[in-house]
């Protein structure tokens, strides 16, 4: 029996991991074999669900849904062919039944369960939405032992192997679903914990629509290529969307694209340069990008006042990253496989099942610090707690620690040394220990650095404050700026 489970709620492909009696998490069902995306399908006789079913959509393309989840609703689906039209909640339900029986016979049978759902689900207030209520619903009928749910980005920093290093601050979460992307906003609070404060969907951005146009470029290739026209039997029309399934993967781990469509008198084949996909895939990538620095721009920040963190799942546009690098993100972090649902599953391991659906709360922080801390094998936390409000005209200048004030350009470089053979430049870090914290100032960005914590170089704005706890003592130190009489904002 597993203890402690985490599912995560991604159309693109559901997975689950359970947490270890030693706080570790491993995989029980993953999504990077295939079996569980969000497709449905009446294949004459009955329904059939995730990998199965994606297997028949170019075959009976009407009798076909992958939007149940994206349309959680009571409303008819889209799917044409059993004798009574399903409501996408009947789909959702007997998708999730399927998965559930999956899991408890690779895991067995979880005594606590917490859920990582995406945002368009929870809404802009978490929580008030009615797929909330329909999941909750769902999970009382199959008797799933729910603690908690939790968003996909909030689940996904509770992963301390995934986000080690990060220390709170604000992040942009990107994730990728099947017919969707989507980007939230987290940042700290006063005690440390990250929150999410914006959440947008960017529609024709996701797997489906990605796909779609790659069959038809990569069609008119093979068709120019070797004089056949897939298109012409479904079958071989199934087979090509398989493959291209599986080129998308492999391209993003740098490999050519190749094809091989076996007809009953011949074997068609091509092949072309990775570079063919990564034209091919560049607008969205560029869209993306630029909708990010928009959705940033909304809130006041620019790319330089967040660190960016990419689920798995962007993986499919192989140059996210570096189009993402052009427009000012310098940090990028990658989560690892399943990180939401590991991170739900450590949610699980510490709360106990609710008796009612209606008591199941949902987790809308996370204290990212003491994740960041976790295996470095020392008594330090370090959390970067970012303004509420960003004031860019702000230019910092002084380091205010215990009500003093200390001008940025005036400080040594070297704030407190560890070894302690000099006193600290500013004496309320003393209390704290050995601990080295620097200061410098690169590219016109001040920041500092806890070179112990693993946290790297935090990059701090006007109204910052950076948290240091080390020795049973703590220190805070505030960025402020200083205002002139007659200076503008």
Not at 244 to 266: C, F, H, M, V, W
Not at 371 to 380: D, R, V
Not at 424 to 432: F, G, N, T, V, Y
Not at 436 to 450: K, P
Request: hydrophobic share 45%; glycine share 8%; proline share 6%.
């Amino acid at each position: 029996m597993a203890p402690a489970c985490g599912i995560e709620f991604s159309d693109f492909g559901f997975n689950a991991a359970v947490a270890n009696p030693d706080g570790s998490t491993q995989m029980a069902v993953d999504e990077v074999g295939g079996n569980w995306p969000a497709f449905a399908a009446w294949d004459g006789a009955q329904l059939v669900f995730g990998r199965e079913a994606e297997q028949i959509s170019r075959l009976k393309p009407r009798a076909v849904s992958n939007v149940f989840w994206e349309h959680l609703s009571l409303s008819p689906s889209d799917l044409q062919g059993p004798p009574r039209v399903p409501a996408y909640s009947e789909l959702a339900y007997a998708f999730l039944k399927g998965f559930w029986e999956d899991l408890v016979v690779r895991a067995g049978r979880p005594e606590c369960v917490a859920l990582a759902i995406p945002g368009q689900i929870l809404g802009n207030v978490e929580g008030d939405s009615p797929g909330v209520g329909l999941i909750l619903a769902m999970a009382r009928d199959l008797q799933i032992p729910l603690t908690n749910i939790s968003g996909l980005s909030t689940a996904s920093l509770n992963d301390p192997e995934s986000v080690a290093g990060l220390a709170a601050g604000r992040v942009l979460y990107l994730d990728l679903h099947l017919h969707s992307a989507a980007m939230s906003l987290l940042a700290s609070d006063g005690e440390g914990n990250m929150v999410r404060r914006r959440h947008l969907r960017l529609p024709r951005l996701g797997y489906v629509p990605l796909i779609n146009g790659l069959l038809r470029t990569m069609g008119n290739r093979f068709l120019r290529a070797t004089a056949f026209d897939i298109t012409a039997q479904r079958g071989l029309d199934q087979a090509f969307y398989d493959q291209t399934r599986e080129q998308l993967l492999s391209a993003s781990k740098g490999n050519d694209i190749r094809y091989s469509i076996e007809t009953a008198s011949r074997v068609h084949q091509a092949a072309f340069p990775r570079e063919a996909l990564l034209r091919d895939l560049a607008p969205l990538e560029q869209g993306w990008a630029d909708s990010a620095v928009k959705f940033l721009r909304e809130g006041s920040l620019a790319p330089k006042d967040v660190t960016v963190v990419v689920s798995t799942r962007v993986r499919l546009l192989p140059a996210m990253e570096d189009v993402l690098q052009q427009r000012g993100f310098a940090r990028i972090v990658r989560l690892r496989e399943g990180a939401a649902a590991r991170g739900a599953a450590r949610f699980a391991a510490g709360l106990e099942p609710c008796a009612e659906m209606t008591d199941v709360p949902l987790l809308s922080e996370v204290a990212l610090s003491k994740a960041a801390a976790a295996g470095t094998g020392q008594a330090l936390e370090v959390a970067h707690l970012a303004a509420a409000y960003p004031t860019p005209g702000l230019m910092p200048s002084h380091l205010v620690v215990d009500g003093a004030a200390y001008s940025l350009h005036a400080l040594p470089p070297m704030l407190q040394a560890a070894d302690g053979a000099t006193d600290p430049a500013i004496p309320s870090l003393a209390r704290i220990g050995g601990v080295e914290i620097a200061l410098r100032r690169e590219a016109g960005e001040w920041q500092i650095d806890v070179p112990a914590s693993g946290a790297g170089s935090l990059q701090v704005a006007t109204g910052d404050r950076v948290r240091v706890r080390a020795n049973g003592a703590e220190v805070e130190l505030l960025i402020a700026a200083e205002r002139r009489p007659g200076a503008v904002a």
